[in-house]
């Protein structure tokens, strides 16, 4: 495929004689943003005008199908996400295909750009409380009267959200999340444990699974996740009825649903990071210093209007503690237990 093609050789490290990509030089975090949106627009194409797919990926960018694809943004993105999608896109075609940038393109994310309304993150927090009390109203609504689990992806879902609103990592690291890997046992805790390549900050990150989580969790592993399609075969926590890992995106958009379903209005993953920021604020502004270490930021500029300095594991243990009585329950006793 010319576009694979054209990324791979956007993205070559190669030497003086051998041509370095436009692209090599990007961060991984910027790759992975430019793939999304570059695929986000093969998926457009390939549900409305598959055909299309065959010609040079340059004259695939019409005005007239650049505009289609703005109005299916449009149905489920802000003027922000619109904006997004579209100047990462234009970014795959400039290192893809040096010099053949449409200028319909390029005016459209000017004007994307200046039509931006970020919504305010104010009126969309919810309580880490409450996410957490989703999260445990959809896992009970998952087991059946006879105490059979009733809805695999329900239950996966209400463990999802309940584990993030108690430890809100950030969406891509929760996506990478693989068993024995990522999810380890250290004497009678149960710990994530992520590689410093592996997050946004570089450093190696290290968070405990709430205590009143582990057995949920430990169900979900025993009981729920056997039951999805060909969950045997990898080593995903998050398995998918597809036959695989659930992929980044994937988590965001049930979450969303979720979350909007509930709440009247979504809170995507990384609002739960600002969400469980302001929860320490509200509840126990005394103790705002370990909201730093609960989202692993490298600096405390980044996040000066809240905290101070604590180490992730006892960050995670102090935040347990804000939420007591509030974090999920065992929802079943183990068979013989």
Known sequence: MPDRIA???AIAEGDILDGRGPAAGWAGTTRSAVIAAYGRYLGFLAATEPSVLAEHPAKRLTED????YLGHLAETAGTVGQHMFFAKLR???RVMFPGNVPQHLSRLVARLESECRPRSKAAR???SARLSELGTKLMK??????GETASAVGYRDGLMIALLALRPVRLRTFSLMRLDRHLRQVGQEWRMVFDGPELKSGRPFETTVPEKVVPCFEYYLREVRPKFTRADRHDGV???TKGGPLTANAIARVITERTRQAFGQSVNPHLFRHCAATTIAILQPGRIGVARDLLGHASLTTTIAYYNKARSIEASRLYAGVLTGLTPRPLRRSKGG
């Open 141 to 146: 609504e998952a087991i059946g009267l006879d």
């Open 125 to 127: 927090i919810v309580t």
């Open 238 to 240: 998050w398995a998918s």
């Open 65 to 68: 199908r650049l505009t289609r």
């Open 7 to 9: 990324w791979t050789e």
């Open 91 to 93: 970014d795959a075609v």
